[in-house]
Nanobody, 123 residues
Framework: VQLQASGGGLVQAGGSLRLSCTASGRTFSNNGMGWFRQAPGKEREFVATINWNGGSAYYADSVKGRFTISRDNAKNTVYLQMNSLKPEDTAVYYC?????????????????WGQGTQVTVSS
């Protein structure tokens, strides 16, 4: 079972990026999915989560109104559209698959993690 995150890169403040996380080895269409991030010297923090069918999502206050999480179960992929990026969004972004069908901001509720993709926002 593998989660492959991609789409990170270097972008100027105010720019946009779209992260993707594709699962292989099994389907996660019945699992909540989420994105977390970890900046240098900081703990991994919650960014966004979505329930199994995409009908419910919620966000960290720091990204609300700028980031959008979505999923395509036919492609076994979850996305994170990031707009109006700020230098403080710089981090390694990780996708995770939750143990249950609802989205969750609790790190301990995730059973699988991707390898992370670097996002760097320059000022």
């Amino acid at each position: 079972v593998q989660l492959q995150a991609s789409g990170g890169g270097l972008v100027q403040a105010g720019g946009s990026l779209r992260l993707s996380c594709t699962a292989s080895g099994r389907t996660f269409s019945n699992n909540g999915m989420g994105w977390f991030r970890q900046a240098p010297g900081k703990e991994r923090e919650f960014v966004a989560t979505i329930n199994w069918n995409g009908g419910s999502a919620y966000y960290a206050d720091s990204v609300k109104g700028r980031f959008t999480i979505s999923r395509d179960n036919a492609k076994n992929t979850v996305y994170l559209q990031m707009n109006s990026l700020k230098p403080e969004d710089t981090a390694v972004y990780y996708c995770g698959a939750a143990r249950r069908g609802w989205g969750t901001s609790s790190y301990s509720e995730y059973a699988y993690w991707g390898q992370g993709t670097q996002v760097t926002v320059s000022s």
